[in-house]
Structure formats: structure tokens, C-alpha cells
């Protein structure tokens, strides 16, 4: 007779708390106990093809553990304690009988290692008003507004560069396409990227063009940038 120990995690040994974040509830949150870190076998890593790296990771779920009606799924979210976010790239059901599952397996990946995002943003919301011409006025943090997304883990790669003059000065402006390590939701119109090179003294404001959902679940989403002299 097989043992059910979907209902009692605590005989499993290395467990931990993780926050669980559901693309399929909106971006809902709960906290999950009991889950169990491991890694994937040399016999899992060479059946993907190379589709997954020792650098990915499994979490194991007691389906007891999850909220009514949540189900894992790609592009889902856990984050452990030490606040590292890892991407669901494969969900995995053990199935206990005819309607329910016993254990989820989530392969995850760590993007900001996967990835080498090695650049931090923040993305910036302007707070809208009107002068006495009824002119619209944006007014960014630290005057007004908001940050959105603070320390955001990218990479910040250069699409075209060059020197440009305004009102006489020289000053550097281009394009960039900003790889971020989740997904985002951002207004174009209204926001704006803050950019310090290499944590350096020098900061950057880029003007948001664009925003791109990654198309597959080891893609990252883009934003395109300009930066103006």
C-alpha cells in the first residue's frame, strides 16, 4: 500500500516557506510551507536537450498546500526567503488517483543568473497635472509620482549610440532594448526608466517606446528605450 504523504510535509526532510505568485489568478500571491528545493537529475537535464541547465532548479508542492482551484503553471512565480525570484518553466502533476494530484513538480529557473542580468533600473511613474495653460505637467519621484519597480534586476543592451547636440551641447543619445527579468506592467505614456551604469554616479531618464511580453517561457520581456540629449 502506497503511503499518502501529500497531507503531512513535515516528514519531508529540507523543507522551507516560498511565496507563490499565479499568472492564472492575476497575479495572485500566497505563501506555500512545506515545499521541498532539489535538483534536476543528469537523466532529466539530457532529456531536455538542453532545454534546461544545471542552473535551473525543482520545487515539489503538496497539492494539499495550494489555495482551492490554484494550479501551477509556466510562467508562474516562487520566491524563497532570501527574496530571489524564480520563473515555473515546466508544472508536473504526480497523480495520486482519478481527479487529484499528490505533489506538484515546478521545474524553475533563476533569470537574473540564467540570464547574466547584471544591470538594475527603476521604473518610474509621473504624477499628471496641468499648468495655468492647461499644458500637461509630469511630475517624476522624487517630486511627485511614483516608483513602480524599484532595483529591477536587466540587462540594458545598446541597440544604436551616438553624440547629439542640443542647444549647443554635446550629449549622448540612442536606443536601447532593456531585458527584464519578469513580466511588468507599465504605461508607456506615463512612465520612465532611471539607469545608473554599473551602480556608477552617472544616471540616465529613458523614455519608454515600447513594451514586449516574452512570446515563450524562456524568453524575457523587453522594453525599448530612447535616450534623449
Partial sequence: MQLNLSADPSVWDNVESVTFQSTRKGNRTTTLNGVQRTTLSKKELAAS??????????????AVSLPAGWLPKPADVITDSLNTAFTVLEADGQVRDGTAFQTWKLICRDPIIAY????????????????????????????????????????????????????????????????????????????????????????YYLDLIAYHDAQMIDQLPILEARLRP
Fill in 116 to 203: 547574466d542580468l547584471q544591470d538594475l533600473i527603476n521604473i518610474e511613474r509621473a504624477a499628471l497635472s496641468a499648468d495655468d495653460t492647461g499644458a500637461v505637467v509630469k511630475t517624476f519621484p522624487p517630486a511627485g509620482g511614483q516608483t513602480l519597480y524599484q532595483n529591477l534586476a536587466c540587462r540594458v543592451q545598446v541597440v544604436n549610440e551616438s553624440v547629439g547636440d542640443q542647444r549647443l551641447i554635446h550629449a549622448v543619445e540612442g536606443s536601447y532594448a532593456v531585458h527584464v527579468s519578469k513580466q511588468l506592467s507599465v504605461n508607456v505614456a506615463e512612465d520612465r526608466i532611471k539607469w545608473a551604469p554599473q551602480g556608477g554616479p552617472v544616471t
Fill in 49 to 62: 536537450g538542453g532545454v534546461y541547465s544545471a542552473l535551473d532548479l525543482v520545487f515539489l508542492i503538496p
